[in-house]
Structure formats: structure tokens, C-alpha cells
């Protein structure tokens, strides 16, 4: 009769086991699938908004130089102007590549490294 219970037991645990395994099974596959959308959707906003920005800043840029253009009243040297503008931005931004890397780590470390407390 103990023997019984024993192997009822065993097989109960069993089973529990099994249905605990499926269920961690079916949650790591539903987080990962959160996170991945999540990052897709932030990728997929970021290079619409950053497209749109970039023909935004296209279309500016030329309605500066051609602004120039008429002030000096020479084209070349209006484009010449909003051009050695990029020159010097890009440059700005090159020396001060490194400086974003501490705020950025930072920042996603806490976002990567946050404990879940929805279990």
C-alpha cells in the first residue's frame, strides 16, 4: 500500500514536472518574442523618423544655400558655406564620439539588467 502511494507520487511529480517544464518553455518563448518585437519596433521607428529627418535636413540645407547664394550673390559659395558647416559638425561630433558611450551604457544596463517581477 506505501509502495503505491510512493509510485503515485512519483508519477504525479513526474507529470508536475513535465507541466512545469512546458509552462518555463512557453514563457521564455512569449518574453523573448516581447523583447524581439519590442526591439523591432523601436528599430523601425527609429529609421523612419531618422529617414524623414534626413530629407528634412536635405531639403533645409538647400533652401540655406540657396539663401546664401543670393546674399554673396554666388551659388558656389553659398553651398560652399552650408558644407563647411556639415565639415565642422562632423568634426565636433567625431572628437566627442566617446563622451555618449558612458550615458548610453548606463542607460541600457538598466533597461538589459531589470528584474521581472511579473512572475
Known amino acids: 500500500m506505501a509502495f503505491e502511494k510512493l509510485k503515485e507520487n512519483v508519477l504525479d511529480t513526474d507529470v508536475n514536472i513535465h507541466a512545469?517544464?512546458?509552462?518555463?518553455?512557453?514563457?521564455?518563448?512569449?518574453?523573448?518574442?516581447?523583447?524581439?518585437?519590442?526591439?523591432?519596433?523601436?528599430?523601425?521607428?527609429?529609421?523612419?523618423?531618422?529617414?524623414?529627418?534626413?530629407?528634412?535636413?536635405?531639403?533645409?540645407?538647400?533652401?540655406?544655400?540657396?539663401?546664401?547664394?543670393?546674399?554673396?550673390?554666388?551659388?558656389?559659395?553659398?553651398?560652399?558655406?552650408?558644407?563647411?558647416?556639415y565639415v565642422v559638425v562632423v568634426m565636433v561630433v567625431y572628437f566627442f564620439r566617446n563622451k555618449c558611450n558612458g550615458p548610453l551604457l548606463r542607460k541600457f544596463s538598466k533597461c538589459y539588467f531589470i528584474k521581472d517581477d511579473t512572475k
Open 20 to 85: 512545469y517544464i512546458k509552462s518555463s518553455e512557453d514563457y521564455i518563448k512569449l518574453k523573448s518574442f516581447k523583447v524581439l518585437m519590442l526591439g523591432v519596433t523601436y528599430i523601425t521607428k527609429v529609421i523612419v523618423i531618422g529617414a524623414l529627418a534626413c530629407i528634412m535636413l536635405l531639403i533645409l540645407s538647400f533652401a540655406v544655400a540657396f539663401r546664401f547664394a543670393q546674399i554673396l550673390d554666388d551659388t558656389f559659395y553659398g553651398f560652399l558655406i552650408v558644407g563647411l558647416f
